[in-house]
């Protein structure tokens, strides 16, 4: 009994051992395919620019993000400009086709759910540092290739799982668990099409979310950003 019970104790402190030896070895290909942890630290801001399809309409989107200070996501509707705006402590939206006549504040929630977004080195980078905690789950299906699957927690309490594809190291799917309205919900984000920009980083140019699919037109890294962008000499 006694020889049994060593057994089981050995076999399951080997199969942790391996388990994290996965995950590291899945997180440092990962994160080499994008250039690696130090280079993707070195991003203090990033232009997004491309157009999303949605309900017939193309609609021109621009999002410009301030490493760990704010976002802003500026599209055009019906001709109408609309914008979001999420720093560390408030949000704003301005969405004038809803009928809105001025900016209005955020739910509290949306923002702290929309935190990790303004990480511009991500939540798989510096893993430590930032208190998240990463599992690795196996492999999962994703449109006939399987995929990795991670698991992250954030300090938070957000969740996300990341699905990496095995032959390029890129992601290829998130899915997190958001509350909205009092109910938890999956949001899904899919990526693809990843080329390099300026300056040898590399970056999805397509996605794909309940929002509709987004192509990308334009990235830029560490290009200038106003601060009125993000509205920090308003409200």
């Known amino acids: ?103 209005e504040p955020m739910p509290v929630d949306m923002i702290q759910q929309s935190q990790d977004q303004l990480d511009l080195s991500g939540q798989l980078c510096d893993l430590t540092a930032k208190g998240n905690a990463v599992e690795f789950l196996g492999m999962e299906d994703v449109e006939g290739t399987d995929c990795y699957k991670l698991k992250c927690l954030n300090p938070q309490g957000k969740l996300t799982y990341y699905l990496i594809d095995p032959q390029t190291n890129y ?20 990526f693809g099409d990843y080329r390099k920009v300026e300056g040898d980083f590399v970056f999805a140019h397509s996605y794909e979310s309940g929002n509709g699919p987004m192509t990308v037109t334009r990235i830029l890294v560490n290009s200038p950003v106003a601060p009125e962008k993000l509205l920090l000499n308003s409200y």
């Open 1 to 103: 009994m006694k020889m049994r019970i060593l057994f089981f104790i050995a076999t399951t402190l080997a199969t942790g051992i391996a388990v994290a030896q996965t995950t590291d070895e899945i997180l440092e290909k990962h994160l080499s395919a994008l250039g690696g942890c130090d280079k993707l630290k070195s991003i203090q801001t990033l232009v997004i620019e491309g157009k999303v399809s949605a309900d017939g309409m193309e609609i021109p989107v621009t999002m410009t993000i301030v490493h760990n200070r704010g976002m802003r996501m500026e599209y055009t509707v019906m001709g109408m400009d609309a914008w979001n705006v999420i720093r560390p402590d408030s949000g704003w939206t301005f969405m004038p086709f809803t009928g809105q006549t001025k900016p």
């Open 171 to 190: 992601l290829v799917k998130a899915v997190s668990k958001i509350k909205a309205e009092g109910r938890e919900i999956d949001t899904e984000i899919s």
